[in-house]
């Protein structure tokens, strides 16, 4: 008999697993079992509740993206302009979201997404979603919201390719002090 109410749990586990083991491998050559390994589960638990290791890893990705938006979501209300672009910035390099199992996980899903069409449906979404955000907090601050918005988009996902790719721990404060400067030149 299955336990009532361990299914969120068990997929849960085998969601921060599948972070975790793709950021200490690096890649997504992990195996399923690894992953249910990790996480304390069979790999045939694991294969009934996503059906394949692409699909617990987008699995993956979409809480690492519920997660920033939830961290972004935190800091929006009553902001506006300038404050509203530092709360994007915040949680973009925040601990829970610049740590180097995410990190290393959005190397891998840009690389997913050029051979899997859901994939790259779901990074399409975010980086709308993202240059959405930044296009409504720019346009009290610049007249170029739009240019502003898409540099600013490349910056963040450059300082994610060099974090992932770099052997030193991941700083976040480094990168938000980083595309602060960024902002405060392109802005005054």
């Known amino acids: 008999m299955p336990k009532l109410g361990a299914e969120p749990i068990r997929k849960a586990a085998l969601i921060n697993a599948a972070i975790d083991q793709v950021g200490s491998a690096g890649t997504l050559d992990v195996t399923v079992a690894q992953i249910a390994r990790a996480a304390g589960v069979s790999p045939a638990l694991a294969h009934h509740y996503f059906g394949s290791k692409d699909q617990i890893f987008l699995a993956a990705m979409r809480h690492i993206m519920s997660n920033f938006g939830e961290s972004v979501l935190l800091g929006l209300p009553g902001t ?11 949680a973009s390099f925040g601990a829970p979201n610049f740590r180097h199992e995410v990190v290393s996980a959005w190397l891998n899903f840009y690389a997913l997404s050029l051979v899997n069409d859901e994939a790259a449906r779901l990074l399409k979404v975010y980086h709308r979603r993202l240059r959405s955000n930044l296009i409504v907090a720019l346009r009290p601050v610049s007249d170029r919201p739009e240019a502003v918005a898409e540099t600013l988009g490349a910056l963040i996902d450059g300082v994610y390719l060099r974090a992932a790719l770099s052997h030193a721990p991941t700083n976040g404060f ?5 595309v602060n400067d960024y902002l405060d030149e392109v802005l005054t």
Do not use: C, F, K, Q
């Open 174 to 178: 480094a990168a938000v002090r980083m």
């Open 80 to 90: 506006s302009g300038r404050r509203r672009l530092a709360v994007i910035v915040s």
